[in-house]
Nanobody, 131 residues
């Protein structure tokens, strides 16, 4: 049974930091690229940042470049999202997701970026940034 369990969300003031974690089980984690997506009220789900299955490459949304960092620990089947300098517009439900297709293109393959390219999803964790 595939599970992705996010943790670490909460409420923080603008300028603060949060670290999200996503623990995976039920699939071969090291063969899957991992992504963090978010969905604000009334908006579509969007990519925040994704990391390749090898951890060698990452793709960031322009809005979070220089503030958010993704990392993964394949030994712990966990992916992390370090969020610094948070802004009220970062308020959203944050989801982690896994996609296994890019693995077939080798260790240097970049992760996919569209939500419909991801097979497995967590239930999400709320992040609220107050001004």
């Amino acid at each position: 049974q595939v599970k992705l369990v996010e943790s670490g969300g909460g409420m923080v003031q603008a300028g603060g930091s949060l670290r999200l974690s996503c623990e995976a089980s039920g699939f071969t984690f090291k063969e899957y690229a991992m992504g963090w997506f978010r969905q604000a009220a009334g908006k579509e789900r969007e990519l925040v940042v994704a990391i390749s299955h090898s951890g060698g490459s990452a793709i960031h949304a322009d809005s979070v470049k220089g503030r958010f960092t993704i990392s993964r620990d394949n030994a712990k089947n966990t992916v992390y999202l370090q969020m610094n300098s948070l802004k009220p517009e970062d308020t959203a439900v944050y989801y982690c997701a896994a996609e296994g297709a890019s693995w077939y293109f080798g260790p240097t393959a970049a992760p996919y970026t569209r939500p419909n390219q991801y097979e497995y999803w967590g239930q999400g964790t709320q992040v609220t940034v107050s001004s």
